[in-house]
């Protein structure tokens, strides 16, 4: 592969060409940054939720679910923070009538300058033997001179973007030269504040009608449900309540196919903390979620945390779980401890007390919130592009295979007779009713044994279960593992030990 591009389209590509993404409406030309899981996206994201779930309902004695409306009541969103300040700075260019997010495109300097330095560390790596990677970036002389410019410019833009200073934005833009990849033009409009929240009317007629949003997190149906569940959960604080569900964002920059979507799907998780705790249980729910990660068997290099240094007003600790996209490292979960913030807004505006009774101490009090959040289109993005991979084999052909986790892979195993005659067929449909109350399998009897193996190789399916003549003799199957592509011979009782 080329490079990075080449390897992300790649990627999308074989998305749709094998049923898992397609463009929403395509046939209507599509809508931008709106997609649609094919059938085998829907088996992958349905297990990747499963995952979750599990790691998190399951496995967790004092965490419960909910499933709560997409539409809330609107006052919701005020007391949240969303309708004053869930927004975006954007800019146009003037030339190309293109919109950015100003943001967006300071970050995407900064990358362009650390893609500079990435380049330099690798030339130099394959020049020197027992290259001290540390070293060189602290005496080189321009690696050192621009990562002096990215400190410089991160530190002026954390400060804007703290200080909402929109004007500074734009002349940062301007300061740093950059150009609207379209028109080529640094011929900018100011920068505008725009709100990310969709809104329609509920009731039949518009006029009166309250207008209402579409939730941009699954996070305030759970606030809003803290003492439902936990009166009628008799739940004793440190508890969480998990969700999944639809969030929708009007994103200006959509881009990178389902990193940035407009409908998209979160997996939440809501801990209530005792005041004083919350920072103790911040550093727990790091380490659960990066071992959630890396239990997937995914390169833990892949993995890096990104600690927040200007906080949100509300929080008092927050950190990202970043993963290695093919377009580099970038936000794939945040972990946040958000004080008893949105719990004391829900109290002031809505007039109902949400406290907790806490037998042990004998106090009353608001409780303190970490969160854990993260997007079931990343993660499903993160797992694929991971899997993907392009072989070239030792008889010189290439194959494409999906080298999924195991317990993500869609189909679990393909049943595949060697040939349409001689009761193999029969054989393969018996070891198909065997095999479907645990898994999902394929049957499949198309064409030459290889091709079919190429076929389940690049949907990521673990196993190929072969019936040839030897089976109808001692009713043993071959299995053939994707990865290695490895055969032995199995006896068919064996079949489900084997999978698991
Ligand atoms: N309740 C906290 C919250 O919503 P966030 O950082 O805005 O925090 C959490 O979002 C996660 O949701 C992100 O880490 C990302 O995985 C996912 N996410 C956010 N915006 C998204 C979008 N436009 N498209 C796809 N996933 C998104």
């Avoid at 709106?34 to 499963?50: A, F, P, T, W």
């Avoid at 679910?65 to 309708?83: C, E, L, Q, R, Y």
């Avoid at 500079?116 to 602290?138: G, H, P, S």
Wanted: proline share 4%.
């Amino acid at each position: 592969m080329a490079n990075n591009e080449d390897l992300f389209k790649a990627i999308i590509s074989h998305a749709k060409e094998y049923g898992f993404i397609f463009p929403s409406s395509e046939i209507y030309d599509g809508l931008s940054a709106v997609y649609d899981y094919g059938q085998y996206g829907v088996e992958l994201k349905n297990n990747i939720k499963q995952y979750w779930w599990k790691a998190m309902v399951q496995y967790h004695e004092n965490i419960v679910g909910i499933d709560s409306a997409i539409f809330m009541h609107p006052t919701i969103w005020k007391a949240s923070g969303h309708v004053d300040a869930f927004n975006d700075p954007l800019i146009d260019n003037k030339d190309s009538k293109k919109r950015y997010r100003a943001d967006v495109l300071i970050e995407d300097h900064i990358q362009k300058i650390e893609d500079k330095i990435n380049k330099e560390v690798e030339k130099a790596k394959k020049r020197f033997e027992n290259f001290d990677e540390a070293l060189f970036r602290q005496t080189n002389p321009r690696v050192v001179e621009n990562q002096k410019k990215i400190d410089d410019i991160t530190a002026k833009y954390a400060e804007l973007m703290q200080n909402n200073d929109l004007a500074g934005l734009k002349q940062l833009i301007l300061d740093l030269e950059i150009a609207c990849p379209i028109s080529g033009t640094r011929n900018w409009t100011d920068v505008r504040q725009f709100n990310l929240m969709f809104s329609t009317q509920m009731g039949s007629v518009a006029e009166g009608a309250d207008t209402i949003y579409l939730r941009p997190e699954t996070a305030q149906g759970i606030f809003v449900n803290f003492l439902n569940v936990q009166k009628t959960g008799r739940m004793k604080i440190p508890f969480g309540i998990a969700q999944i569900g639809k969030a929708f964002r009007n994103e200006i920059v959509a881009r990178q196919f389902i990193f940035r979507m407009r409908e998209f799907e979160q997996m939440e998780m809501q801990f209530f903390v005792r005041p004083g705790e919350e920072l103790k249980w911040f550093e727990y729910w790091k380490k659960e979620r990066i071992e959630w990660h890396k239990s997937l068997g995914i390169d833990p290099e892949n993995y890096r945390f990104h600690d927040h240094e200007k906080l949100a007003h509300y929080a008092n600790a927050a950190t990202d779980i970043e993963f290695k996209f093919p377009f580099g490292f970038k936000e794939l979960e945040g972990i946040h401890s958000r004080t008893n913030y949105d719990l004391s807004r829900h109290e002031e505006f809505s007039g109902k007390k949400l406290r907790y009774f806490d037998p042990e101490t004998n106090e009353s009090y608001v409780p303190y919130v970490v969160e854990t959040s993260i997007g079931v289109d990343r993660m499903f993005l993160a797992v694929f592009s991971n899997a993907y991979c392009e072989e070239t084999l030792e008889d010189g052909s290439t194959r494409v295979v999906l080298r999924l986790p195991a317990q993500l892979a869609p189909v679990k195993a393909a049943v595949l007779p060697l040939v349409k005659k001689d009761g193999m067929p029969e054989k393969a449909r018996e070891i198909m009713d065997i095999l479907k109350p645990h898994y999902l399998c394929q049957y499949d009897e198309k064409d030459a044994i290889g091709r079919r193996y190429r076929r389940q190789d690049a949907i990521g399916t673990p196993y190929c279960i072969t019936i040839d003549n030897q089976t109808m003799e001692d009713n043993t199957v071959t299995i053939r593992e994707r990865d290695s592509m490895q055969q032995y011979r199995v006896a068919i009782d064996e079949i489900i030990n084997k999978i698991r």
